[in-house]
């Protein structure tokens, strides 16, 4: 399910899944973000992309992370006390994405760590999944992301 | 220096360093692309940025590393044998990235790995690194690349 609430630190457990949304991907604006961002041949020239070892037209890596990341902000980090991320690990772009795919992706919660230096907040680390209209998981991102902890006020009440 | 000519798997070695250009980053993209992708307060909102730790709009990480991309592409990448990538490791978000900063970015190579499988090709992995125009280092990512290999024919000429 996505997440109604408003989520802070204490609310993310190991094994904790949040399926964020699926959105179907067109192949607009897969040229669109690749002609921007991305302007390799397989990503904006059809008979380029229909002679590469992809055999057609595939959503740059980065366009695949940047959707995966919107779903995410609207599935969990935008009702969330998220104070940002210091970076990610094991980006894996496993399965081409292609115009007509359906994308979803899960929120998966693999460690809660409470800051040493700064009692007001904590690191969670997530793997996020995306799989496509065929179950075949497309691409993994190992996030990180700094949360604040509820306030005392909220807690009493929790 | 840009790379002028194609490179294929052979022309990479470890410890090269190609600077691979540099741009300014304007209020007006950080909040188109953070709306499309990453609506969080202290990408999209005046207000309550300047409230968030990071006392104004900064870009999205995501922003950050896709404009980093198409200076990989300019630079390295659109005038190469580059096949694609698996994925990336250790992206990092050291500094924000704010509008009227100038990033430029260099792509050093870090290890140069033939396939055992397949023999027409190799695997280049790469630090990108993002600099501010304080010389301040503002992100990095560790990208893997695939790469063809030279042509026998052009191997002769070489």
């Known amino acids: 399910m996505t997440s109604q609430r408003h989520m802070y630190f204490e609310d993310f457990f ?5 399926d964020v949304g699926s959105r179907l991907v067109t192949e607009e604006e ?14 904006i020239d059809h008979e380029a992309a229909a ?12 366009h695949t992370c940047s959707m995966m990341m919107r779903m995410v902000v609207d599935g969990v980090l935008g009702a969330s006390s998220s104070m940002g991320s210091p970076g990610l690990d094991c980006v894996r772009w496993i399965k081409p994405v292609r115009a007509g795919d359906t994308l979803s992706v899960a ?5 809660v760590r409470p800051s040493t230096s700064k009692p007001d907040r904590g690191v969670v680390v997530s793997l996020w999944q995306a799989s496509n209209q065929h179950g075949e998981v497309v691409a993994t991102v190992e996030g990180m992301g700094m949360f604040r902890r509820r306030p005392e006020a909220e807690a009493g009440r929790a």
């Open 14 to 18: 190991v094994g904790q899944q949040i």
């Open 30 to 43: 897969i040229i669109a973000f690749a002609s921007q961002f991305d302007p390799q041949p397989f990503h």
């Open 51 to 62: 002679q590469s070892i992809f055999g057609g037209v595939i959503a740059s890596g980065w």
């Open 107 to 111: 929120y998966i919660t693999k460690e």
